[in-house]
């Protein structure tokens, strides 16, 4: 027992009380010390000894296994194609049974999509509405619309476990919408706030607290970043220090936040922890022309070049760059992207098409196209689980259908 004598036969002992110290997700920027424990790629380790930019795999006199992932099973078999799409819709991706119609139920020029975890929120930029349908059958949930929700031009959708938030581009505003009933939370505006600084907002990027908002127009460009809880302003990060040139996609990888930056040619790194910029990738080497969508696929950073008509892939361990070209896996105009788990999906809002790309080793898996899939100029794509859903921004008006 502690501090008491020992008895005859009995040898004192000693042991570290300190405990373990959870940090999270490893990050390469950050130091960490004795007895501080992260997780990286499936697998967590504990420090034992003080290290910056050390990758926890494979360097025992650093980091000390805690749990081991498993090995990946085996991939399932393919399922049946799903049946013939129709032009000018928002589009279900291949494998589900039914697909959605268009026969009239208020979906004007969908510009963005977003999963809740059950349905699919669609935005709406030539009728400023939202539409929600439910992602197991394709059926309407509910079309908001009308002025209580501040909607004009809504361009970009986030979810942040509880409620859905848009981004006006035009009312220079964000909407926050509760989820479970479609009911009005709050409008946040420089009317409200001005603190704000929204300025044609039209993406968003939530970091599992704070939502990330970017504000596409110079003078100024700008980061609004508001805490998902009350909506009060956290910062606003500027283009002066952050090198923002028209922000315009946001992508997560559980420490850091990434911005593309479509005029500035680079994708900015920001620590969310407290804001602070860690470095902007702008080297010739990653060939970065107009970026318009960022993905993250656990391992690397996947960023979409629109005029360039490629994928830039950013090693987030040693910051190397791979980029696949238009001319092995048909990229022109890639302007969404999102990771299934498996595969990388892009839209290419120029060639009506869309391809997917196996994550693993950048093979490619298939390029969609052709009239049967009914794209026309793709520009927003979400995954829900089972299916890949597009939306076609020239589509007018589309009938949800189960």
């Known amino acids: 027992a502690k501090r008491q004598k020992c008895a005859a036969g009995e040898k004192a002992v000693t042991w570290d009380q300190s405990g373990i110290n959870w ?7 950050t130091g960490y ?18 290290s910056t930019g050390i990758v926890p795999a494979g360097h025992t006199a650093v980091w000390a296994v805690l749990a081991q992932a498993g090995q990946r099973g085996a991939t399932g078999p393919t399922g049946t194609p799903g049946r013939t799409l129709l032009p000018g819709q928002v589009t279900l991706g291949v494998g589900l049974p039914d697909v959605l119609s268009a026969t009239g139920d208020k979906i004007g020029d969908p510009d963005a999509v977003a999963f809740d975890g059950t349905d699919l929120w669609i935005a709406n930029t030539s ?9 197991s059958d394709g059926s309407l ?14 361009a970009a959708i986030a979810f942040d476990g509880t409620h859905v938030w848009i981004a006006n581009v035009l ?10 009933n479609g009911s009005l939370v709050r409008v946040l505006s420089n009317s409200s706030n001005s603190g704000f600084q929204f300025n044609k907002p039209d993406a968003i990027g939530f970091d599992g607290t704070d939502l990330w908002i970017a504000n596409d127009v110079p003078a100024p460009t700008s980061v609004t970043e508001v805490k998902a809880s009350n909506g009060s302003l956290v910062r606003v990060l500027s283009a002066a220090s952050y090198g923002f040139n028209e922000p315009d996609a946001f992508a997560f990888n559980g420490s850091q936040m990434w911005i593309a930056n479509r005029n500035g040619n680079s994708v900015t790194e920001v620590k969310v922890l407290d804001g602070s910029l860690v470095q902007v990738l702008s080297d010739p080497g990653f060939q970065f022309d107009q970026p318009d969508a960022l993905a993250f696929d656990g391992l690397n950073l996947w960023v979409a070049n629109f005029a360039g008509a490629s994928i830039t892939e950013v090693d987030l361990d040693n910051g190397d760059a791979h980029v696949l070209s238009a001319a092995s896996y048909g990229f022109s105009g890639p302007d969404a992207i999102a990771f299934d788990g498996n595969h990388m999906w892009v839209a290419n809002r120029i060639a009506n098409s869309v391809t997917e790309v196996n994550a693993g080793d950048d093979s490619l898996a298939a390029i969609l196209s052709g009239g049967s899939y009914g794209f026309f100029h793709p520009d927003a794509i979400a995954f829900d689980g089972s299916h890949v859903w597009i939306a076609n921004l020239m589509a007018t008006v589309t009938a949800v259908t189960g």
């Open 23 to 29: 940090k999270g997700a490893w990050a390469k920027a």
């Open 33 to 50: 010390l004795a007895h501080d424990a992260v997780s990286y790629l499936g697998s967590s380790y504990l420090a034992v000894r003080a």
């Open 127 to 135: 009728t400023n509405s939202v539409t929600e349908v439910k992602a």
């Open 141 to 154: 949930v509910r079309v908001l619309s009308g002025g209580g929700y501040g909607f004009s031009r809504p």
């Open 171 to 180: 009312g220079n505003s964000v909407t926050e919408v509760k989820a479970s």
